[in-house]
């Protein structure tokens, strides 16, 4: 099922499975929407209920603003639980969703069941980080948009590029469609965004990372040194995907993810 709700007073795109005793969130990445589940999240059902959001920004969601902090987000994801009256869900972020996931995780840890950071860090934006998201704003902010779709590729496997020509295709139209004012308050919160290393060190809440061996966005050493700094969570390494592990390995990454979820 497809809706609007206005959630933490934003306009909202979601979508609800409804069946399942246990709930998924899936929340989606920079530059996407939540169609990008479409396929996903047909290997997660009847078993599981799963909820996707378009985040504010992106999508058909409203933009609230010239930044859309993090706190911002996860407040609005909680109010899209409280309007489907769910009181906890496990939340699966990628990339930018990881950091949504976070953020709901400091504030309102009592309304998880778990978090998955899928391709996702809890490590803040590096200087140089930060200089490339001043980079892309000030990029977008003279209508330039258009250009950050040549970075779609980026988010595979080289080895896997020729096959995901089609969903390469499907990244490019989803920012072409991607409110201008939607991108630069989301890099904007990204940039902003804390440091959670030492909230999932200390968190309760049941953790699992899915990373992809050929990750162009967190290379391997970097995603090694993460496992390393949590032994906390769970882990499960994709063999053959870059950062867009459900495109790339839907199933392996589906797998894990219901592994995790049946514990």
Request: charged letters at 25%.
């Amino acid at each position: 099922m497809e809706k609007f709700i206005i959630s933490n007073g934003c306009a909202l795109r979601i979508t609800d499975t409804l069946k399942g005793e246990k709930v998924v969130m899936l929340l989606h990445g920079y530059l996407e929407s939540l169609d990008v589940w479409e396929d996903f999240q047909k290997l997660l059902t009847p078993d599981y209920r799963v909820v996707a959001m378009d985040i504010p920004g992106h999508g058909i969601s409203q933009v609230m603003g010239e930044v859309h902090t993090m706190e911002f987000l996860a407040d609005t994801v909680v109010g899209v639980l409280d309007e489907l009256e769910i009181p906890k869900a496990t939340i699966v972020g990628h990339s930018m969703g990881g950091y949504v996931a976070l953020q709901t995780l400091r504030m309102h840890p009592e309304r998880l069941d778990g978090i998955v950071l899928l391709s996702s860090t809890p490590n803040p934006d590096s200087e140089d980080k930060k200089a490339d998201r001043d980079r892309e704003i000030a990029l977008v902010e003279k209508g330039h948009k258009d250009l950050l779709a040549q970075t779609a590729p980026n988010g595979f496997a080289t080895s896997n590029l020729r096959r995901m020509r089609d969903e390469i295709a499907f990244l490019e139209e989803q920012i072409y469609v991607t409110e201008p004012e939607g991108v630069t308050a989301l890099l904007k919160g990204m940039k902003a965004r804390l440091d959670s290393n030492e909230l999932l060190q200390q968190s309760p809440v049941r953790q699992l990372f899915i990373l992809g061996k050929k990750d162009n966005y967190i290379p391997l050493e970097r995603a090694e040194a993460m496992v390393a700094a949590h032994p906390q969570a769970e882990v499960v390494w994709l063999e053959n995907s870059g950062h867009m592990g459900f495109f790339e390995e839907p199933e392996a990454t589906a797998e894990a993810l219901k592994q995790f979820l049946a514990k």
